[in-house]
Every structure is written in C-alpha cells, then in structure tokens.
C-alpha cells in the first residue's frame, strides 16, 4: 500500500467515486477510486476536479480516496490532539518546527527509539 497525495481528476457522483493524477509520477491517472470519509469529517460531498486529494493505492490502479486534503490536514501548523496517540513503526515530521515551539508532549510517552 502506498498513501498519496494527488490531484482529483475526475468525479462521478453517482458512483461515488473519483480518479486522481499524481503530478511526481508524471501525471498518472488511477482507475475509479471509492471515496470513504474518515470519522469526524463534516463535508459529506466528492472533491472536485483541481482538490488536492488524499489516497491510499493498493496497487498501480486500485486504491481508495480519503478527501479533499485541506480538510482533515492541518497546514497552520496549530493543531492539538488529546488522548492516546499509538504509533506502531517509524513517525515522520516534514517540514521545520517553528522557531518557539515545536512538538510538545504532555504525559507518559512509550515506545522504543524514543
């Protein structure tokens, strides 16, 4: 399974379904992907041709799609999550912590390679 994020392409509401580009593998375009909405997601509707998408491929052509990126990833870098957190392999921050700040944890913090 490879997660990515792309370009929805095409939209077909009677299907519920979409097809998305990736502009780092030279414009690819996927088969039909199923959108799913993630629990907590208020938008009930596909994304339009243009949205930045999230997708999950299972193969070069079949995936499924969680949504238009801007609403379930946080860009403001503001975001607080309370309650259990469990990571089961490797996390991977991009981008630079701000200058004050950065990752703070508040708790009891488990795991190896910490």
């Not at 519920?16 to 208020?42: C, K, N, Q, S, Y």
């Not at 799609?65 to 999550?81: H, I, K, R, W, Y």
């Amino acid at each position: 399974m490879l997660p990515k994020f792309g370009i929805c392409s095409t939209a077909d509401e009677a299907s519920g379904t979409i097809t998305a580009t990736f502009p780092d593998r030279e414009d690819f375009v996927t088969g039909d992907l199923p959108v799913v909405f993630p629990a907590g997601i208020l938008r009930k509707t596909l994304p339009k041709p243009g949205d930045e998408v999230f997708v999950l491929m299972f193969d070069r052509s079949n995936g499924v799609c969680f949504g238009v990126t801007s609403e379930f990833v946080n860009t403001d870098g503001d975001a607080e999550m309370t309650g259990t957190l469990t990571i089961d392999g490797n996390l991977k921050i991009l981008g630079a912590p701000p200058e004050t700040g950065g990752i703070k944890a508040v708790g009891e913090i488990k795991g190896s390679n910490i």
